[in-house]
């Protein structure tokens, strides 16, 4: 709440600002309006930059929020049961992350976030790895979540796509336009944006000397989508015949 009530105040308080410098640029003489036209705008765009941002915030804090009330009716913090029986196999909280119980929290409470139009805000991906080495584990157990988060965006997102691309009537050449669509769907998982695991847990096994790391990783569908979209454009734009007014309409603006 006291989030909520911090990043409202600050909107408004931005907006009072905006105002106040529009009014007083209206009543400049017309030669120095001209004169520093550029500099004003340039700071009116930065404060619509901060209005942004601060209602980002105010979205995620009311999102977070929500997902938590869930949570406690839903589950009855079985993260703590998880955290316990995790802790029974000998894994620990990777050193500089916080406390297992708060990662596996973290964790649920994305798990049930929705975003403005009710769908899942998050998608989880969870994998283990075992290696010689700490690093070795880590890095294979992020690259199964990558390819997990990968696998679902591709055939959710750009599987859509495709069967847009097979009942459109704009796309001239389907079959070229599919190709590209495949190929860059085998790639995705290099091209998304990389973030760092909610949950990062080791252990070692002690007859072997392996090092075994569980990573969970959390990855906003929204921003995913937006990215893939973006990539395509691109990538219908260089390798097919399309018109970008033909790819925003199959894509999607």
Known sequence: MLVNQKSSLLVV???GRLHLIIENFKNLNPTIMKKYSISVFTVIFSILLGIAYAQKEDTYAAARKA???DLDKRVDRDYRKQAKALA???YQPVIGTPP???QLEEAAVRAYMKDERGNAKYYTA???A???TFAAAKQQAIQLCLNDIAAFMGSNIVGRIKSDVANSEVVKDATSVTEVIGAY?????????????IVQLQKVDKKTGLTYFKAMMCYDMEAAER??????RKELKQKTSMLQEEIDQLIGL
């Open 13 to 15: 308080e931005i907006r």
């Open 67 to 69: 997902a938590l009330k």
């Open 88 to 90: 029974k196999e000998g």
């Open 100 to 102: 297992m119980e708060k």
């Open 126 to 128: 969870s994998q283990e």
């Open 130 to 132: 075992k290696a010689e």
């Open 185 to 197: 769907q085998n790639t995705i998982a290099a091209k998304l944006a990389r973030v760092e695991p």
């Open 227 to 232: 990215q893939i979209k973006n990539d395509l």
